[in-house]
């Protein structure tokens, strides 16, 4: 079946350590984003990328960092720069790209906590 | 920043009953969307409304948009227990950048 897999579902991180979250589609979608969501708020765009090779920061984008070497992959790292990591993360995907823009497909999400 | 907000934040109705929930956003838009999220999962697309739509329906859901108003409403007919869930809008002004709000709790109760 086609969609976006998200891995780990859940992942522990000490204070100080980068640990980087997967995201892969097998949808052919070229458009893929990175959002952040914590309890009671809307998601927030950390990145987001429309073709390979090619990533834009979202609002906030400091303490992340991303690659787009394959079409079907997204990997967000989270840094130790990153203030306060713990949060739920979304990664998704579109078909559309500029200017054109439609629905987003997301996967089921990583929550990362730092202990 | 948020573009949308959600309104009410949580709504709790009896199976059966028909739940509305608001959206207001800022600036000019392509598009609305409307999101459902199961708790602890991804996000789910519900409905797509564009710009020059005042109304649009998909199964027992209703949602309309009043650009003028800056405005748009989920209306979910005859609840189920099933449709527990938080609903979020989102709001596409055409480059690629959807803005989320903070969503709606709604509970159904059997």
């Known amino acids: 079946d086609g969609g976006i897999t998200q891995s780990p579902k859940y992942l522990f991180r000490k204070e100080g350590q980068n640990v980087t979250l997967s995201c892969e589609q097998n949808?052919?979608?070229?458009?893929m984003y990175w959002y952040r969501q914590d309890p009671g708020q809307g998601l927030r765009l950390i990145y987001y990328s429309q073709i390979v090779n090619d990533f834009q920061k979202g609002d906030i984008a400091e303490g992340y960092s991303v690659s787009r070497e394959k079409k079907e992959s997204f990997p967000l790292t989270v840094t130790s720069a990153q203030k306060n990591p713990t949060a739920f993360y979304l990664c998704?995907?579109?078909?559309?790209?500029?200017?054109?823009?439609?629905?987003?497909?997301f996967g089921e999400g990583s929550r990362l906590t730092v202990l | 920043s948020q573009q949308g907000e959600e309104d009410p934040q949580a709504l709790s109705i009896q199976e059966g009953e028909n739940a509305t929930m608001n959206c207001s956003y800022k600036t000019s838009i392509n598009n609305l969307q409307w999101y459902r999220q199961n708790s602890g999962r991804g996000l789910v697309h519900l409905i797509l409304?564009?710009?020059?739509?005042r109304e649009k329906h998909s199964g027992r859901l209703r949602v309309t948009l009043d650009t003028s108003k800056k405005s748009s409403s989920l209306l979910i007919t005859a609840s189920r227990a099933a449709d527990t869930a938080s609903y979020f809008c989102?709001?596409?002004?055409?480059?690629?950048?959807?803005?989320f709000g903070a969503g709606t709790r709604l509970t159904v109760k059997p």
């Open positions: 949808l052919n979608h070229d458009a």
């Open positions: 409304i564009r710009s020059n739509e």
């Open positions: 998704a995907s579109s078909p559309w790209r500029r200017p054109n823009t439609g629905e987003l497909f």
């Open positions: 989102a709001t596409d002004a055409g480059n690629n950048d959807m803005r």
